[in-house]
């Protein structure tokens, strides 16, 4: 069965520090990938999504993720944080089928 | 810019009651979700629904679960005798789906549920 894992549960970052959140799946085949952030009390946002092309994906908000296949990795980076980047980020995929499977989640959090 | 809506934000009820959870995808929309995180774990796909009909189903999507699409704009998620551990929030989601395309599904702002 397909998973995702997001090896880091909480962080803490500083302002301007940056940021790479990993995120690694386990189908072999073609996959769509994607990265979505909950802002406190907000609804799951796209940040940002890799389909196919260009392996570094670029998304909103300065962030960008890169697709390394024999990895199976999609990690996501912005170079530097901002306070208003505190947030919960998901990883997600889909493949042969729409379903989305997510990630644990990262907890994000950026102290001034 | 349109988006996904759900009522209502948050819904308690007991044990054994039937409830209805509602969303209205986004309007041009082809394809609908539920999804559901039990706090502290994973957001887990329930269902989707394309055309009318299920399209796929996860193992949690018994036969206490049943969606429907009743009119042109909203989407339901009914759950019939309630459980203590279907406590969670519950996240609709839809798609254009355009020439059946793989693009993204977004999310509503989800319903809490608890089930007492």
Same mark, same amino acid.
């Given at each position: 069965?397909?998973?995702?894992?997001?090896?880091?549960?909480? *962080?803490?970052?500083?302002?301007?520090?940056?940021?790479?959140?990993?995120?690694?799946?386990?189908? =072999?085949?073609?996959?769509?990938?994607?990265? @979505?952030?909950? @802002?406190?009390?907000?609804?799951?946002?796209?940040?940002?999504?890799?389909?196919?092309?260009?392996?570094? *994906?670029?998304?909103?908000? =300065?962030?960008?993720?890169?697709?390394?296949?024999?990895?199976?990795?999609?990690?996501?980076?912005?170079?530097?944080?901002?306070?208003?980047?505190?947030?919960? @980020?998901?990883?997600?995929?889909?493949? @042969?089928?729409?379903?989305?499977?997510?990630?644990? =989640?990262?907890?994000?959090?950026?102290?001034? | 810019?349109?988006?996904?809506?759900?009522?209502?934000?948050?819904? !308690? #009820? $007991?044990?054994?009651? &039937? !409830?209805?959870?509602?969303?209205?995808?986004?309007?041009?929309?082809?394809?609908?979700?539920?999804?559901? $995180?039990?706090?502290? $774990?994973?957001? &887990?796909?329930?269902?989707?629904?394309?055309?009318?009909?299920?399209?796929?189903?996860?193992?949690?999507?018994?036969?206490?679960?049943?969606?429907?699409?009743?009119?042109?704009?909203?989407? #339901?998620?009914?759950?019939?005798?309630?459980?203590? &551990?279907?406590?969670?929030?519950?996240?609709?989601?839809?798609?254009?789906?355009?020439?059946?395309?793989?693009?993204?599904?977004?999310?509503?702002?989800?319903?809490?549920?608890? !089930?007492?």
């Amino acid at each position: 069965a397909q998973s995702v894992s997001q090896h880091n549960h909480h *962080v803490i970052l500083s302002e301007a520090a940056s940021l790479e959140l990993g995120c690694n799946y386990s189908y =072999g085949g073609t996959v769509n990938l994607f990265w @979505y952030v909950q @802002y406190p009390g907000q609804h799951l946002q796209l940040l940002l999504k890799y389909f196919s092309g260009d392996p570094l *994906v670029k998304g909103i908000k =300065g962030f960008e993720a890169e697709f390394i296949k024999s990895k199976f990795s999609f990690n996501l980076r912005k170079p530097s944080v901002q306070w208003s980047d505190t947030a919960e @980020y998901f990883c997600a995929v889909n493949s @042969y089928t729409d379903k989305l499977i997510f990630g644990t =989640g990262t907890r994000l959090q950026v102290f001034p | 810019e349109p988006e996904v809506t759900q009522t209502p934000s948050h819904q !308690v #009820t $007991q044990m054994g009651q &039937e !409830v209805i959870l509602r969303c209205v995808p986004i309007s041009n929309h082809l394809y609908f979700y539920w999804y559901r $995180q039990i706090l502290g $774990q994973k957001v &887990e796909f329930l269902v989707s629904f394309y055309n009318n009909e299920i399209s796929e189903k996860s193992e949690i999507f018994d036969d206490q679960f049943s969606v429907e699409r009743p009119d042109g704009s909203n989407f #339901t998620l009914k759950i019939r005798s309630t459980k203590l &551990e279907d406590s969670a929030m519950y996240f609709c989601a839809s798609r254009l789906g355009l020439a059946g395309e793989m693009d993204t599904q977004y999310f509503g702002p989800g319903t809490r549920l608890t !089930v007492l």
